[in-house]
Nanobody, 115 residues
């Protein structure tokens, strides 16, 4: 059974940076898009960033210019570089792979931005 395993979360001060990564534990063919979502307490899950198989990207308005998504197709891995973090970025971040076989989700990793 394929699982997505994320890493890189933690506590960071405002203005700091973190890099998240998410890799598939097994082989997933025909991945159309990889993405990061986040969910803050009491709020709905929202799209942070998405990257397609052709490397087209789109970002949520609140993270544009600060976050960068990238992918390594050979490793079935997606990354999220987060710079200039703000307290409102505090949330659980989930990776997502949309593939021919279905929609896969990571277990979630906590990001807390606080001084």
């Amino acid at each position: 059974q394929v699982q997505l395993v994320g890493s890189g979360g933690g506590l960071v001060q405002p203005g700091g940076s973190l890099r998240l990564s998410c890799a598939a534990s097994g082989s997933i063919a025909n991945i159309y898009a990889m993405a990061w979502y986040r969910q803050a307490p009491g709020k709905q899950r929202e799209l942070v960033a998405r990257i397609t198989s052709g490397s087209s990207t789109n970002y949520g308005d609140s993270v544009k210019g600060r976050f960068t998504i990238s992918r390594d197709n050979a490793k079935n891995t997606v990354y999220l570089q987060m710079n200039n973090l703000k307290p409102e970025d505090t949330a659980v971040y989930y990776c997502n792979f949309r593939a021919l076989l279905g929609n896969f989700w990571g277990q979630g990793t906590q990001i807390t931005v606080s001084s």
